[in-house]
């Protein structure tokens, strides 16, 4: 049979479509995350150039950042204030990977009874609805109706406890049904001191277009209107505050930028499970005389942050489980990545203004990030000052070497999933990771600098 020319063209042309979509995806899956990066930590020490006293007040920080709480400081090494909610017993538990200050290691210390002394029973509940998981990160848990966190656990039956004191987990079987449960990890705080000391200024003139369909806004504090940079979205303005606030939240510790007990879902807990401990449960202490003593815990840890220095790149090589990158690896992805645009929104560096500390002032931040709001596709409807429900802002990449879970909830690990998880305004610089042929073909990646890519990534 003879088959008409034209005919024939359309069927050759469908054919090779198909071979090129065919080859696109087996190149596609060709790409892997080269995997943790082994080797020293590259971060957890203090920044350099720090005077000697705050050389001390980060070491008091420090003690302060890995001490564990329970209800009435009557465990052996604990102190006093756990509860009435929380979500686990200190700060370095939850951030301890790769070191003090990172975020959630590979095993998840919310499910370790050797670890945290919650009920069995609400430990049991939170794993049978896969909120929780022994290799799974640690995660904070909102509901998507108020935005709020409501804390996984509580005090009741614990050493210290009044017998009086009765306390109910929030109704996680009844959100989770209807679909209302938002998950975030906890972030690093590597490097945070240097983000602090960034100025308001360097952060704006990066907010507007900057090319390949991003456009970044910065989020801002409602009662001056300065810029806010930390936290998922951008909410917090200060290490003070988000001490202060983590404290609350996080540990159920009252202070005094956070002076009340949070109860649930707006409903305060009884008076049983508030006045175990008199309140503020953290404050100055005016009795003491040595002076890193005197200062109140959500200041240690504020220091400790602000003076931690931010994570080293491994520039000249390193190796993980499955293969050893090298420099010229590394230097050609991060070529890939500036091609790509990656670097558009995680800007590489910024620079610290006139700081009161010489460590901080005028100092480059190599962040990859540029602490902007932009919406990726990734949102959890939950907004937080001027952040919508579909914003985040820029995770900062440096450290990203050595982490184990990726984006807010902690939903990938690896960084390939991480990678082609984002959307919307990052939709054209996605299309040129994976070779796209539009809207400019010159910034398509090949699948050998794809994998750069991720090499360089791994590096930092």
């Not at 003690?63 to 009557?74: L, N, P, Q, W």
């Not at 910024?350 to 460590?359: D, E, I, P, W």
Request: glycine fraction near 12%; proline fraction near 5%.
């Amino acid at each position: 049979m003879n088959v008409p020319l034209k005919t024939r063209g359309l069927r050759t042309a469908a054919l090779i479509a198909s071979w090129v979509a065919v080859q696109t995806l087996l190149i596609a899956q060709a790409n892997s995350d080269p995997g943790l990066r082994l080797g020293a930590a590259g971060a957890g020490g203090p920044i350099a150039g720090l005077t000697v006293k705050e050389g001390k007040f980060f070491n008091a920080g420090l003690d302060e950042y890995t001490e564990v709480a329970s209800v009435d400081g009557s465990v052996e090494g604990t102190e006093e204030g756990l509860g009435p909610r929380f979500n686990l017993t200190g700060c370095a538990t939850c951030h301890s990977q790769p070191a003090v200050g990172g975020t959630s290691p590979a095993v998840n210390p919310q499910v370790d009874p050797n670890v945290n002394p919650a009920a069995a029973s609400q430990i049991a509940l939170l794993t049978s609805l896969n909120v929780l998981s022994p290799d799974g990160p640690i995660r904070e848990v909102r509901f998507s109706t108020d935005g709020g966190v409501h804390d996984l656990f509580t005090i009741q039956g614990l050493p210290g406890t009044p017998a009086g004191c009765s306390l109910e987990q929030p109704d996680f079987a009844g959100a989770s049904a209807a679909g209302l449960l938002r998950f975030r990890i906890p972030s690093p705080t590597f490097g945070l001191g240097l983000i602090e000391a960034i100025e308001d200024a360097e952060i704006l003139s990066r907010e507007g277009n900057r090319g390949f369909g991003i456009s970044g806004r910065a989020n801002r504090n409602g009662n001056d209107g300065t810029v806010t940079r930390f936290g998922w979205k951008a909410q917090n303005k200060s290490l003070t505050i988000f001490a202060g606030e983590a404290y609350n939240v996080e540990q159920g510790i009252t202070n005094e930028l956070f002076p009340d007990e949070r109860g649930e879902s707006g409903v305060p807990d009884s008076s049983a499970c508030m006045r175990i401990i008199s309140a503020p449960q953290d404050a100055v202490h005016y009795d003491m005389t040595q002076p890193q003593g005197v200062l109140d815990n959500v200041n240690a840890f504020a220091n400790f942050m602000r003076f931690l220095a931010g994570p080293v790149q491994a520039a000249t090589g390193y190796s993980t489980a499955s293969e050893t990158v090298t420099a010229a690896q590394i230097t050609a992805g991060e070529q890939a990545f500036d091609r790509a645009g990656c670097s558009v929104c995680h800007t590489k560096s910024m620079t610290t203004g006139n700081h009161l500390s010489a460590a901080l002032r005028f100092k480059t931040v190599k962040l990859f990030s540029d602490l902007l709001l932009h919406d990726i596709g990734t949102g959890d409807d939950i907004g937080q000052g001027a952040a919508t429900g579909a914003e985040f802002r820029t995770a900062p990449l440096w450290g990203i070497g050595q982490r184990l879970f990726f984006l807010h909830d902690g939903r990938a690990s690896d960084l390939l999933t991480a990678i082609n998880a984002h959307r919307n305004q990052a939709a054209e610089v996605i299309g040129y990771f994976n070779g796209a042929t539009s809207p400019s073909p010159g910034h398509n990646l090949t699948a050998e600098q794809r994998q750069n890519l991720l090499r360089f990534l791994r590096s930092l």
